[in-house]
């Protein structure tokens, strides 16, 4: 039996929950998500709390039984309290802002890279260097951080780019000093 599976999810007290076949729907303060579930599985409500079952004990379905209660766990979550990613931007006159609702970096580029927010998402920059992805939906929230790192790499030998905060890059050694030319 998974360990992650057969545990049960609590239900927050604004948080609705709507389960229509495979399908479940998910609504509170911050937002409303569904999603379809593979035919594996069943999900079951019982006062607050819901619980995530397997049909039955083959191979697929075993796969699909914790991975799919992460799932509607992080939609419960996600409605009732939202996720964020902290990224972090280093490198002389590397900095970030935001315009309306886009994302505005200066990123040593011969032009300025704006990132428009999908919806539910939403930018806040801390001190030019410091950018907060947050929003609702977990995936979401990580593709947008994802892209947003994919402007520019953290680079291995001085460091410099966009990395996740508590990233460890690791570091390279450069170029040694030696003599060059004929001899």
Do not use: W
């Not at 998500?33 to 409500?45: A, E, F, G, K, T």
């Not at 996720?83 to 900095?95: A, D, H, K, P, S």
């Not at 977990?138 to 947008?144: H, Q, W």
């Not at 947003?148 to 000093?177: D, F, L, Q, S």
């Amino acid at each position: 039996m998974s360990r992650i599976g057969k545990r049960p999810i609590t239900i927050p007290a604004k948080v609705q929950v709507t389960i229509d076949g495979t399908k479940v729907l998910v609504k509170g303060p911050k937002g409303e998500l569904s999603r379809d579930l593979p035919p594996y599985v069943i999900v079951s409500q019982e006062g607050e709390i819901l619980q995530v079952n397997r049909r039955d004990e083959s191979r697929t379905s075993r796969q699909m039984h914790g991975l799919c209660r992460t799932l509607v766990a992080n939609m419960v979550e996600g409605v009732s309290n939202g996720f964020q990613r902290r990224l972090e931007i280093q490198g002389v006159g590397y900095r970030a802002q935001v315009q309306g609702r886009n994302l505005v970096l200066n990123m040593g580029y011969s032009h300025q890279v704006q990132i428009a927010p999908p919806e539910g998402i939403q930018f806040v920059v801390e001190n030019n260097t410091n950018v907060i992805v947050s929003g609702y939906d977990k995936e979401v929230v990580g593709n947008t951080a994802a892209k947003i790192r994919a402007v520019r790499p953290p680079e291995p030998y001085k460091g410099k780019g966009i990395r996740y905060a508590g990233e460890v890059v690791r570091r390279k050694a450069g170029k040694t000093g030696g003599k060059g030319g004929k001899k």
